[in-house]
């Protein structure tokens, strides 16, 4: 008898009628002879609702207690999936990240996960029931205070129990078939990738692929556990991560996994730094100090007859602010003349293990990009994947172009949404 | 320095406003020199709308799931509490049931509380904090699973945790002024009882009013605990209750406390019973076999020629289709002709320790009531209470009656209801 790890996010479960039939989905996975841990996002907008009203009280809300708000939307969910099992006539508990031995660092609003010590899951399965657990949530180690795991949370929730139970696969339930070689939403002959590695997708999550997020892949690829992605609205095989293909699914690696690109990202361009060493370490070392990850850098060619030089580097949006702020803050440190700031690029990039032996993948990504007119603001690679950034209004024309070049597109437009996306 | 623990009910956290104006009343107890401890209702419709919820998935919840699911309106509401005063810039920390050690036994939805272990709420407190606590719920003692204490339970987590934190007073804000005379939607002339003894109070809980449960202040006299039940949406002093007058206090005790109504319940009339020993014993195990618990109980004088006699009981409305049918079930068990059902009744107490000592009051009662032209039907007494069935139509002018001939209207209506009701 198999254990399996099932995630469902908010919007598979948006409402009653999205419960009985998540509950009707899991009791075939019963059924079927396996032991069943369930991790369930909050239902649809609860969060949202929940955070709006904690804006109404408080505009800066205190971590420990927004988390504590928060769980309540996972506690809601989970006790109605259990009931409906019930009402099927199979047996199943529910338990918050706190019962089922989610423990984490203190850190408010974005814990991580240290340790996973699920005997009560272990022992309800014993009992012959489906264990419903809460995602997104903790328990702090050292203060017992209920913690939140931040965005993408349940399904590192769901990775990290499957680990911890070594379950044979984890399940993630959401709004899409699979993993595609594109966003279907800029790519309608996008297709659904049946098998893709660690490596290849954790190059496409971080280039902005937004089915699986980086941290839920990462923690799958260290304790190995293989990730089968796909829709709780059809009954279709998704896609399935792991380090090789699974059993009798001899899949063949391909060269280029897929397109993935981002426009959540901004470009700060600090301007007439002077050549010498130690002056972009300056830089970075506000940037590092003021909690704020870098994408991509670029340091242009001095200009030699001045001494000066720009350095250019991406960071999300979001920490745009932030960041412009620190470097004004530290000016004299560093010594430079101008900050310019641009949140009109987006980023594009192509993902493959295959990249590594076929060395016209590069040349012919370029030549892709050169044909759709799309300029080119900066570069940046690893060995299986290249990324550019162009103007934000290239990025869908750029993302079509580079997807046909490679052969992707699919003969039919077969990629489905089917609802919002969880969390 | 004292420790005070405040309870606000639904209706006083019923909206963000709400819980912001709930704040500043917590920071006005903790500015005045006390040490506070704050226990919360779900806000306002919470808890109806996920009870709807449960009812969409499954007929019949299970006790386990559907108290994980309750609970959740509790946390929700503390966690906004303890942000909006912080938000008013005072250190607050929430907890749920479990956090602040409110031990209970293993019956879902009804629990009863068999230990309060507050190290949590202690340590907060010595650190400068206001402690928000949950109300309502609790953790098992032997499965430390997730349990409610049923209808009124806020009110006696307040209780509980204070008697273990030993605090000076618990004060239960609620959407009227106090306690009344007499239900003030009912006479517009009822006055607002500076203080009652536990003894009173619990006769008025058990005889209708609902400003206070049974339960909730039989933990407190257990305790010594004195309650101050006040309004959340005034500033003004409501009523105390306990064992003597408080303080500076010099309370007479009243000859009568006030007038209780209930149109609750039904009376069950089992017809043709023979007279003979063990007869009323075979009815009420049956109906004690049953779960239910009865009020008022009267047996008809036998008739001679047949030597049958009918026994009538009265018992909650909601009870009354089970007892039927548990007494149809064991009918050759009991031996009886047949069973008359009628809920258009309605009971009339009037309490009040004065009462032993004052001939005079059984007497003026009645006559209260004969000139009203209500007519009689039961009649219980216990040594500070005098209660009476009548036509549920009759209830209103009865309550008016006996409240004006025992001289307890007030010059002016100053009765005002300011909200919803809470749990």
């Known amino acids: 008898m198999g254990l399996v790890v099932q995630k469902y996010g908010g919007s598979s479960v948006a409402d009653a009628e999205g419960i009985k039939r998540v509950a009707k989905r899991i009791v075939e996975a019963k059924k079927n002879g396996n032991q069943v841990v369930v991790v369930v996002s909050a239902m649809g907008d609860t969060t949202d609702e929940l955070i709006d009203l904690a804006e109404q009280v408080s505009p800066m809300p205190a971590g420990r207690e927004f988390d504590m708000l928060l769980t309540a939307g996972e506690r809601i969910s989970m006790a109605l999936l259990a009931m409906a099992i019930k009402n099927l006539g199979h047996e199943a508990q529910s338990f918050t990240g706190s019962q089922a031995g989610v423990i984490t660092d203190s850190v408010h609003n974005k814990a991580r996960i240290i340790d996973v ?5 272990r022992t309800a399965l014993d009992e012959g029931n489906i264990a419903i657990v809460a995602g997104f949530q903790g328990v702090s180690q050292d203060k017992k205070d209920i913690t939140t795991l931040g965005r993408g949370g349940s399904d590192t929730t769901a990775v990290a129990l499957a680990a911890a139970l070594d379950a044979e696969v984890c399940e993630i339930y959401t709004d899409v078939d699979g993993v595609f070689t594109a966003d279907p939403r800029v790519v309608k002959k996008a297709k659904k990738i049946d098998w893709i590695s660690f490596e290849d997708m954790l190059e496409l999550a971080a ?16 304790y190995n556990i293989p990730i089968h992605v796909r829709s ?11 380090s090789e293909p699974i059993g009798d699914k001899q899949v ?19 301007v007439g730094v002077p050549d010498k060493p130690g002056e972009a370490a300056a830089i970075f070392r506000t940037i590092a100090d003021a909690a704020i990850n870098l994408d991509m850098v670029v340091q242009n060619v001095s200009a030699a007859s001045t001494g000066l030089t720009d350095i250019s580097f991406t960071l999300p949006k979001t920490e745009g602010r932030k960041a412009i702020d620190a470097l004004e803050r530290n000016r004299s440190g560093i010594g430079f ?12 990039s192509l993902v493959g293990a295959g990249m590594k032996t076929n060395p016209g993948v590069t040349a012919s990504f370029f030549e892709a990009l050169s044909n759709a007119g799309v300029n080119i603001e900066l570069i940046s690679t690893s060995e299986i994947r290249i990324s550019v950034v162009t103007r934000a209004d290239d990025v869908a024309e750029a993302v079509r172009a580079v997807h046909t070049a490679f052969g992707l597109d699919s003969d039919t437009d077969e990629a489905v949404v089917y609802g919002g996306t969880g969390r």
């Open 232 to 242: 709780s609205f059809s009954g279709l095989q998704g896609t399935w991560v792991s």
């Open 117 to 121: 010590t699920p005997g009560r899951i």
């Open 207 to 222: 280039s902005g692929s937004k089915v699986l997020l980086h941290r839920c892949v990462e923690y799958a690829r260290r």
């Open 337 to 348: 003349d101008s900050l310019r700031y641009d949140d009109q690029i987006g980023k594009i």
């Open 252 to 270: 063949e690696q391909a060269i280029i996994s897929g397109v993935a690109h981002d426009t959540s990202e901004a470009k700060i361009t600090v």
